[in-house]
């Protein structure tokens, strides 16, 4: 493979999986392997090799755990940063390790996922960096935006109408409450849905009460 151009020609995005424990790798590898369009290219049990790998396979996408002996994920995604640009990272981690998230920020990964997530959350992670985007499991979120941020994503009126919409109550209701036309609020909450990246309402009031946008 020595030589390959990692240009995404034909759809076809190629992976490398680094993780130190071999049972991992495995079950990644075959749950990639359900994806036509994703082909595992090789694996790499830390860092260092991790890097060699990379710089021979010229992958799309590296799925890059966090802590592993020797050169940890992070301090290799630094290397591979500056060593295989066309590369992109995502870190695989663990939601215990999402303090670590700072330095993920800094060592130029462009995508971060869980390792509770489910398949199609991964899929979706190769998908966004092999184009050139960013991705951002919505359960690390908080450990990316401060507090401060979090709140201000929201207008106040945002805010609460989607504490409404949390204590139960129709959009009817929330006009109603509030005085203003279901028309309004329908837009209100179509904007809620648009920057919180949620597909319903429910999954909007679920996604504000875990970042404590709403009580």
Do not use: W
Not at 20 to 33: A, K, N, P
Not at 57 to 83: C, I, N
């Amino acid at each position: 493979m020595a030589g390959d151009s990692n240009s995404n020609s034909g759809g076809e995005i190629t992976c490398l999986i680094v993780d130190d424990h071999e049972v991992v790798r495995e079950g990644l590898r075959l749950s990639l392997s359900r994806t036509p369009h994703i082909r595992v290219v090789g694996e790499a049990a830390d860092g260092r090799q991790a890097i060699a790998l990379a710089e021979r396979r010229r992958p799309h996408v590296v799925l890059m755990d966090v802590r592993m002996p020797g050169m940890d994920g992070l301090d290799a995604t630094r290397a591979l940063t500056e060593q295989v640009p066309g590369t992109a990272v995502v870190i695989f981690t663990a939601y215990s390790e999402r303090s670590l998230l700072a330095r993920g920020l800094e060592s130029g990964a462009k995508g971060y996922v869980l390792k509770e997530a489910p398949r199609e959350t991964l899929v979706r992670a190769i998908e966004r960096v092999a184009a050139g985007e960013g991705f951002v499991d919505r359960a690390l979120m908080p450990a990316f935006v401060p507090e401060r941020d979090r709140e201000e994503l929201l207008t106040a009126r945002e805010r609460e109408i989607l504490q409404l919409l949390a204590d139960g109550m129709s959009n009817a209701e929330v006009a109603a409450r509030l005085v203003i036309s279901a028309e309004t609020v329908k837009s209100h909450v179509r904007h809620i849905l648009a920057k919180l990246e949620a597909d319903t309402r429910t999954q909007a009031v679920a996604i504000a009460l875990r970042e404590s946008i709403i009580e």
